[in-house]
């Protein structure tokens, strides 16, 4: 990625406020202390390239919850999620959606918020590879977004699954697929 992010470009982070409480969440928990470091990094690039960081996480079926609670939820002592939420929580100068399902723009207000932000292109990462991150890469270009995904800011409960989701993503939809120090010219 180039170390100036382009003036249309966001970062969608998926999911990674979570309790990890569910099938497979203790197998994403062990896959975890990278890809918080792969996303810690291009937060700290989309920081300095002054773009929008835009939070999109599951509201766990907690429907009166708002996003400070969906952080302390996740965040609670014996939570397994407590140490991702702690180190990835929504700064002051973020944006945050909450989501019913899986993609980020499923019943949501993402693509007004992207419209208001004059976004023309995106990078997605967090959980998981290939559910969340995938359905919103199907969304997002559907309506017609470039799309970058770091392959080490991404987790799936098994590496093949993620690895699938991955190719389907560069194979069919065009994504472009790297490490994080990867280069992105378009994203």
Same mark, same amino acid.
């Given at each position: 990625?180039?170390?100036?992010i382009?003036?249309?470009? $966001?970062?969608l982070?998926?999911?990674?406020i979570? &309790? @990890? $409480?569910?099938?497979?969440?203790?197998?994403?928990?062990?896959?975890?202390g990278p890809?918080? &470091?792969?996303?810690?990094?291009?937060? %700290?690039?989309y920081?300095?390239?002054?773009?929008?960081?835009?939070?999109?996480?599951d509201n @766990?079926? =907690?429907? =009166?919850?708002?996003?400070?609670?969906?952080? $302390?939820w996740?965040? /609670?002592?014996?939570? #397994?999620g +407590? #140490?991702?939420?702690? /180190?990835?929580?929504? /700064?002051?100068?973020?944006?945050?959606?909450?989501?019913?399902?899986q993609? #980020?723009?499923?019943?949501?207000a993402?693509a007004t918020?992207?419209? *208001?932000?004059?976004?023309?292109?995106?990078?997605?990462?967090?959980?998981?590879g !290939?559910?969340?991150?995938?359905?919103? #890469?199907? !969304? %997002? *270009?559907?309506?017609?977004?470039?799309?970058?995904?770091?392959a &080490? %800011?991404? +987790?799936?409960?098994?590496?093949?699954?993620?690895? /699938? +989701?991955?190719d *389907?993503?560069?194979?069919?939809?065009?994504?472009r697929?790297?490490?994080?120090?990867g +280069?992105?010219?378009?994203c």
């Open positions: 990625m180039p170390s100036r382009p003036s249309g470009s $966001a970062l982070i998926i999911d990674v979570n &309790d @990890f $409480a569910f099938p497979g969440g203790d197998q994403l928990t062990q896959q975890m890809v918080v &470091d792969a996303i810690e990094a291009l937060r %700290a690039r920081d300095a390239g002054q773009r929008p960081v835009i939070y999109v996480n @766990f079926g =907690r429907w =009166r919850s708002n996003f400070d609670e969906v952080i $302390a996740c965040s /609670r002592e014996g939570a #397994a +407590a #140490a991702v939420a702690s /180190r990835l929580k929504p /700064r002051g100068s973020d944006y945050f959606v909450l989501k019913p399902a993609s #980020a723009f499923y019943q949501t993402l918020l992207l419209d *208001h932000l004059e976004i023309s292109h995106l990078t997605l990462a967090g959980l998981t !290939d559910q969340c991150v995938l359905t919103t #890469a199907l !969304d %997002a *270009h559907i309506r017609n977004y470039p799309l970058w995904v770091p &080490d %800011a991404v +987790a799936s409960i098994t590496e093949p699954r993620k690895q /699938r +989701a991955l *389907h993503m560069r194979e069919v939809l065009g994504v697929v790297s490490p994080v120090s +280069a992105c010219n378009e």
